[in-house]
């Protein structure tokens, strides 16, 4: 009887799956990859495609360089490796194992990779084949206890690449160097990162269903907090199937679908004699799916977040509470319109298409550069289906990897997924110990070097080792970054407000402007060598002195007798009465010509309108004339 059963309950279940793979005939399953680099020795150079292992935690948005290491006698790395972590680096760059395909589950070599000590593990395939995407094993004895502990990343590489490294790696010489990068496997177009989550009601399927459970509840924090900030945009997805016309009036349909066999899932238990049944999930599924569109409307699309982990924790199967009563209660719980979802969700029992499941249908089927959802659960980050460990620290550290670098947001940068690399000496790049100023950027993806703007001033350099201040008021930060120095009550510097740029040290001091040292005239005999002159140097410059009354003229570097200076003011008072004499006559010059010229104009004026015949007449005139230049002869 048992037989029975279970034979009649895998041909309807195998029928759906046939569906599903007829409706995707048009869609593609696509490996996603990282760039793998043979950086040494240079025979080997050259770039390969590795894809991405779907359990760990890729490096999404940066890089791993080391050493590779090869085990002849343990080339398929099923069992445990000899010694006590062999593989762990003895130098600053970390191994990267390369391992055999065969024999075990993927998971499992680099789960023993992993404990050996290896920072990363290779796979090789063994036969000339495209690219596989190396998947964990499903729920099973084999895979407890050690699939979710995987924290490495891994790789596939083709058979010809692994031939080539283990056969460089049999003779010995030098060190073989190899890189993986994973920076260009997360694309980022924009400051929004895109990301959808195709996942599944159900909390009765295994390890996988606990696995996105568990993801959901620890990453519903990180999720909200980006999303009320605008930092990305969510969009949950549910996989449905349907039943062929065939079977649409067969009871495993009828118990499995609903819309006349057009939205289907697989029953829970997988034994249609008890438990929940297959519609019941793809209710859910649909009610979730409303929740959703329900709270975006309202701009609160993150409530999403709550009512999937609320209702896993009030409505489980395992708890028998699984109802659309129960849902309905935690909808009211968060203050969302019942009405509303109802209204979305529709009719299951109408022979008719429902708009948004079948939207998740079309939705399921690859176009442009994203394959077809075909593992549960799915994450799609901008377009690209993640790969690795469905946990919250790994999938916040592929979500950043879609932010442009220094535009991702704070959370980010925190503790969680990140260590700061500008506190370990200030991860390499130029820093100004003194006034505290560093060109050491922390990001997501690790510290750039980037030299800094402060207070307005902008350092230019490569910002790994040298950043120096430019532009206006550059001096008023260290000085901008040249030499200073107090002493003996003076201060010299090698910044110049007049210059943008640069730093020279000042007169009496020479070197290049970061250091400067004082010039010593006397023993360099470049100041102070005139006959009977005494020289004594001094800091920044130096103190001359003639003997006897001589005075020094540092001008000319020579000293001149006292005396002299008698015969300088005797020669400069000279000179001054000559301009003075000189001012005089040209006075007595131009006073002389404006008279004679007033007079002129004022005879010809008085002859216009008093004509004069007398000599009387010829002494008024004059007599007028007098008076009007300020004279005082009266007539």
């Not at 065969?102 to 690219?131: H, R, S, T």
């Not at 924009?190 to 696995?211: A, F, I, K, P």
């Not at 495993?252 to 939205?263: A, H, P, V």
């Not at 896993?312 to 319109?337: F, G, N, Q």
Request: hydrophobic letters at 30%; one cysteine or more; charged letters at 25%.
């Amino acid at each position: 009887m048992g037989s029975a059963l279970g034979s009649i309950v895998s041909v309807p279940l195998i029928l759906l799956l046939l569906a599903v793979v007829g409706s995707s005939v048009y869609g593609r399953f696509i490996v996603e990859k990282s760039s793998f680099r043979i950086l040494s020795p240079i025979s080997l150079h050259a770039k390969h495609d590795a894809a991405i292992g779907n359990f760990g935690v890729p490096n999404y948005g940066g890089i791993l360089v080391g050493s590779l290491v090869y085990s002849e006698k343990q080339a398929s790395g099923c069992d445990p490796f000899d010694g006590d972590k062999p593989f762990k680096s003895k130098s600053s760059r970390p191994n990267i194992l390369l391992v055999d395909r065969g024999g075990c589950y993927f998971a499992q070599k680099v789960w023993n990779g992993q404990q050996a000590g290896a920072a990363a593990v290779i796979v090789a395939d063994n036969m000339d084949e495209p690219l596989i995407t190396m998947d964990s094993p499903e729920a099973s004895g084999d895979a407890d206890g050690y699939v979710e502990n995987i924290e490495v990343p891994s790789a596939f590489i083709e058979k010809s690449v692994g031939d080539t490294l283990k056969d460089a790696l049999k003779k010995g010489g030098d060190e073989i160097i190899v890189k993986l990068d994973w920076r260009e496997s997360m694309p980022h177009p924009d400051q929004r990162v895109e990301y959808e989550l195709w996942t599944n009601s159900n909390d009765e399927c295994g390890t996988r269903c606990d696995e996105q459970m568990n993801f959901v509840k620890n990453f519903k924090g990180h999720a909200q907090i980006l999303e009320r900030g605008g930092y990305t945009l969510f969009t949950p997805h549910y996989i449905t199937w349907y039943c062929p016309q065939a079977f649409i009036l067969t009871s495993q349909c009828k118990s499995q679908c609903i819309n006349k066999g057009r939205y289907c899932a697989p029953d829970p238990e997988q034994n249609f004699g008890e438990g929940y049944q297959g519609k019941d999930v793809v209710f859910e599924n649909l009610r979730q799916l409303c929740v959703h569109r329900v709270a975006n409307e309202s701009n609160r699309s993150w409530v999403w977040w709550d009512y999937v982990t609320d209702f896993h924790i009030r409505c489980s199967m395992k708890h028998k509470r699984y109802s659309k009563e129960c849902a309905e209660e935690v909808i009211k719980s968060l203050d969302l319109p019942t009405a509303k979802v109802k209204k979305c969700m529709g009719d299951p029992e109408a022979d008719t298409e429902n708009e948004i499941l079948r939207r998740e249908q079309e939705l399921q089927v690859g176009r442009g550069s994203r394959g077809d959802v075909t593992i549960l659960p799915t994450l799609v980050i901008n377009d690209v289906q993640y790969r690795g460990k469905l946990e919250r620290t790994a999938v916040l550290k592929a979500l950043c990897a879609g932010f442009k670098e220094t535009t991702e947001p704070a959370v980010c940068l925190s503790g969680d997924i990140e260590t700061n690399q500008c506190l370990d000496r200030n991860g390499g790049c130029w820093q100004d110990a003194q006034s505290n100023v560093t060109a050491c950027k922390d990001t997501f993806r690790g510290r750039v070097c980037e030299c800094p703007v402060v207070e307005g001033v902008q350092y230019h350099g490569d910002g790994y080792t040298s950043c120096e201040a430019y532009g206006p008021g550059r001096c008023a930060i260290n000085n901008g970054g040249c030499w200073s120095e107090t002493g003996n009550g003076k201060t010299f510097s090698a910044c110049s407000e007049s210059q943008i740029s640069g730093c020279t040290c000042p007169p009496g001091f020479r070197e290049d402007g970061k250091k400067c040292v004082d010039i010593d005239e006397c023993k360099e005999r470049s100041a102070c060598q005139c006959d009977g002159c005494s020289c004594k140097n001094t800091w920044g410059g130096y103190d001359c002195k003639c003997k006897g009354s001589r005075i020094y003229i540092q001008q000319h570097d020579t000293c001149i007798e006292r005396s002299g200076s008698k015969f300088g003011w005797f020669l400069t008072l000279v000179i001054l009465a000559t301009v003075a004499g000189l001012g005089l006559a040209g006075y007595i010059f131009y006073k002389y010509r404006l008279r004679s010229y007033m007079d002129a104009e004022i005879m010809a004026i008085m002859s216009q309108y008093m004509p004069l015949d007398s000599q009387h007449s010829h002494e008024v005139v004059q007599a007028e004339s007098q008076l009007l230049r300020g004279g005082n002869t009266v007539v």
